[in-house]
Every structure is written in C-alpha cells, then in structure tokens.
C-alpha cells in the first residue's frame, strides 16, 4: 500500500503572524548591536584605547534598533513596495514608448525640412505620391503586426516605432479601402486580400494625384 503523506497546515494566529516574527526582529537587533558593542570593545583594547561604556551602550541600542525598525518594516511592507515598485516600472515603460514615438516624429519633421531645403523644387505632386507610399508602407505594417496575433493600437504601434499621424493615417487609409471596420478591427482575412484593397484604393488616388485633383479623404 502506498502511504500517503499528511500535510500539515500552519495556521495563522496572532503569536505566529506578529509576535514571532517581531521578537525575531528584536532579538536580530539586539544581537547587531552586542556584535558593534564587542567589536568596537576589541578594537579599543588592541590599540590601547579608552572605552567610554556608557557611549558604546548608547551607540549599540541605537544601532540594534535601527536594525529592528528595518528588518520589522521589510517583513510586514515588502510586499507593498514590491508591488509599488511594480507598477512604477510598467508606467515608466509606457512613459518610454511615448517619449520614443515623439522622438521618431521630430526625426521625422526635421528630415522632412531638410529635404524641403535641399529639393525646394519638389512639387505638390510629388509630395502627394510620397505621402500615398508611406501611407501604403504604414498600413501594411498594421496588417502584418495584426497577423502576426499582436496588438496594432497606437501605444503597442509606438513601441515598434511608429508616430502617432502615420499610424492614425494607416488605419484611416485601411478603413478607406475596406480592409478595416470602424472600431479598428482588421477585417481582410488575409495580408494578400488587405494589400490588394489598398492597391485598388491607391490606384485611384494616385490617378486624381498626377492630374491635381486630389483630396486626401482617409
């Protein structure tokens, strides 16, 4: 037969959830402070040194009950600064993805302007057609993120790089192509099917774009 083992529950009273523990903590203190007192005792008769008792009886009980004071303020709050600890972390992580998307969407305003500088000459049409490109580029990238079984919102978006305009622009310009409802959901059933509803869109855009009549309506 085989035996089975009795586990035995510890149940929790008041000696055992408080004063155990804190007489633990006390004793602990207690002993920091004997260990400093004798210590700093050895240390003053090999250099021949006047001990003032009263002194070290003073500096040893404030010591050991500074020791207790900590050891008995981990045990009963650790858990309370773990969890603080915590949710500062994952907040400083949101903080750091928005800090990160703003960054990328000044790099991407200050090489725009250079590039005005550089090619004042560029026409409005030109302009278009790069704003119709990256805008195709941005919603394909939704597309394949949501595919990919993640999340494509704006701050799962922005971690992987992506401004907040060009990631609004990508899902107007899915939405305008039928490829995504009005609750942001990506209803093309597959990235071939999302990418041809873009290229029909597009194709069109692209048309009113060269003969200038174009009107961004996504």
């Known amino acids: 037969m085989i035996e089975q083992e009795k586990t035995t529950q510890i149940q929790v009273t008041w000696e055992t959830?408080?004063?155990i523990p804190l007489t633990q903590n006390i004793v602990g203190g207690l002993a920091v402070g004997v260990f400093l007192a004798v210590l700093s005792y050895v240390w003053a008769d090999i250099n021949t040194l006047p001990v003032e008792q009263n002194t070290l009886i003073h500096w040893a009980l404030i010591v050991g009950a500074a020791v207790t004071c900590a050891a008995t303020f981990l045990r009963f709050f650790g858990d309370d600064v773990g969890l603080l600890a915590t949710a500062y972390r994952k907040g400083q992580c949101s903080r750091d993805a928005e800090v990160a998307a703003l960054q990328l969407e000044l790099r991407a305003a200050l090489d725009a302007q250079k590039a005005v500088e550089v090619n004042g000459t560029k026409s409005a049409t030109d302009?278009?057609?790069?704003?119709?490109?990256r805008a195709k580029r941005d919603a394909m990238k939704l597309v394949e993120v949501h595919f990919n079984?993640?999340?494509?919102?704006?701050?799962?978006?922005?971690?992987?790089?992506?401004?907040r305009w060009d990631w609004e622009r990508a899902n107007q310009l899915l939405k305008a192509?039928?490829?995504?409802?009005?609750?942001?959901?990506?209803?093309?059933?597959?990235?071939a099917q999302a990418q041809q509803a873009l290229d029909q869109r597009l194709a069109t855009d692209k048309t009113l774009s060269q003969e200038g009549t174009f009107t961004t309506r996504w």
């Open 17 to 19: 959830a408080i004063i």
């Open 127 to 133: 302009k278009q057609q790069e704003l119709l490109h």
């Open 149 to 163: 079984g993640d999340s494509i919102s704006r701050a799962a978006m922005a971690g992987r790089g992506m401004g």
């Open 177 to 191: 192509a039928g490829a995504m409802d009005g609750d942001g959901n990506i209803t093309a059933r597959t990235p």
